[in-house]
């Protein structure tokens, strides 16, 4: 079946190392999004790509770093630069010719 | 700047009607997409408008005036499965391609 999946659901982390969350889908979609969302608030964009090899700043990119080498997909690394990188990390992607984007299960990023 | 607003919270009780109101200022706007959220889960998508006017599929409408900025999800015939969080996300399109931005969500509560 054609969907768009993370992992993994739920990752623990010290203070101070980096780490990937991957974002994988065979939607052949060409955008793809990474958000950020804490307790009670919406989602926040963190970078997107529209298409393999190039990418944009969001709204809060700093303390994160993404790569698009493949169509399939866009992993996002959540380094050590970022402050407070404890929350739940959601992945969508959407064909620009289509109206909505679909959206991964999240990882929830608890770092300690 | 980008600026979506929509109440935090909001009460209702089985099979009652309410209506959740989204204001936004953006430039680019390219469509306008309201998503349910359940907690810990993905955003699914419910609605989509790009043209002012009414949308109606089943109990959930969406409702579009782009000249005031604004717009509504009316939720009919509430069951307590409708008890999430309703996102309203304006597509913004810009030099670097469209990009999703999420407004912060209204928590809804229905009650028997």
């Known amino acids: 079946d054609g969907g768009i999946t993370q992992s993994p659901k739920y990752l623990f982390r010290k203070e101070g190392q980096n780490v990937t969350l991957s974002c994988e889908q065979n939607l052949n979609h060409d955008a793809m999004y990474w958000y950020r969302q804490d307790p009670g608030q919406g989602l926040r964009l963190i970078y997107y790509s529209q298409i393999v090899n190039d990418f944009q700043k969001g709204d809060i990119a700093e303390g994160y770093s993404v790569s698009r080498e493949k169509k399939e997909s866009f992993p996002l690394t959540v380094t050590s630069a970022q402050k407070n990188p404890t929350a739940f990390y959601l992945c969508a992607s959407k064909e620009d010719s289509n109206t909505e984007a679909f959206f991964g299960q999240g990882t929830r990023l608890t770092v300690v | 700047g980008q600026n979506i607003d929509q109440p935090t919270e909001m009460t209702a009780t089985e099979g009652a009607i309410v209506q959740i109101n989204c204001t936004y200022q953006t430039s680019g706007f390219n469509g306008l997409f309201w998503y349910q959220q359940h907690a810990g889960e993905a955003p699914t998508f419910l609605s989509y408008?790009?043209?002012?006017g009414l949308e109606e599929k089943g109990r959930f409408s969406s409702f579009l005036s782009r000249s005031k900025g604004y717009s509504y999800l009316l939720l009919k015939e509430l069951q307590m499965k409708d008890s999430a969080s309703y996102l309203c996300a304006v597509r913004v399109l810009g030099q670097a391609g469209t990009a999703l931005i999420f407004g912060k969500g209204t928590t809804l509560s229905v009650s028997s």
């Open positions: 408008n790009v043209l002012d």
